[in-house]
């Protein structure tokens, strides 16, 4: 299992971005998935999730700033970023709770994490 998270860059404070990222490999299924951010110095945090059903969940620093979306059929999740702010400097990491299977076709549940994204807000 792979995810691909893309979207990042440099922007002005006040400014948008779309994060997105995509999950490849044998999916059986797939179950909540998320964003999450790591600051420099800092420890990683939750940013958003988003469930199988469509459920979301925002950290209180970007709730109403902040929208996580995922498409399905795409396998793809988002992170549309509004009124970006410079404290939301941070790679952006994401991750999902999915089933695969492996090369000996057997099912596999595991949380498996995107590689990062930059996001750099300047004020």
């Known amino acids: 299992v792979q995810l691909q998270a893309s979207g990042g860059g440099l922007v002005q404070a006040g400014g948008s971005l779309i994060l997105s990222c995509t999950v490849s490999?044998?999916?059986?299924?797939?179950?909540?998935m998320g964003w999450y951010r790591q600051a420099p110095g800092k420890e990683r945090e939750l940013v958003a999730t988003?469930?199988?059903?469509?459920?979301?969940n925002y950290a209180d620093s970007v709730n109403g700033r902040f929208s996580i979306s995922r498409d399905v059929a795409k396998k793809t999740m988002y992170l549309q970023m509004n009124s970006l702010e410079p404290e939301d400097t941070a790679v952006y990491f994401c991750?999902?709770?999915?089933?695969?299977?492996?090369?000996?076709?057997?099912?596999?549940?595991?949380?498996?994490w995107g590689q990062g994204t930059l996001v750099t807000v300047s004020s």
């Open positions: 991750n999902a709770d999915v089933v695969s299977q492996d090369v000996l076709g057997q099912f596999v549940a595991e949380i498996a």
């Open positions: 490999g044998k999916i059986i299924n797939t179950y909540s």
């Open positions: 988003i469930t199988s059903a469509g459920r979301t």
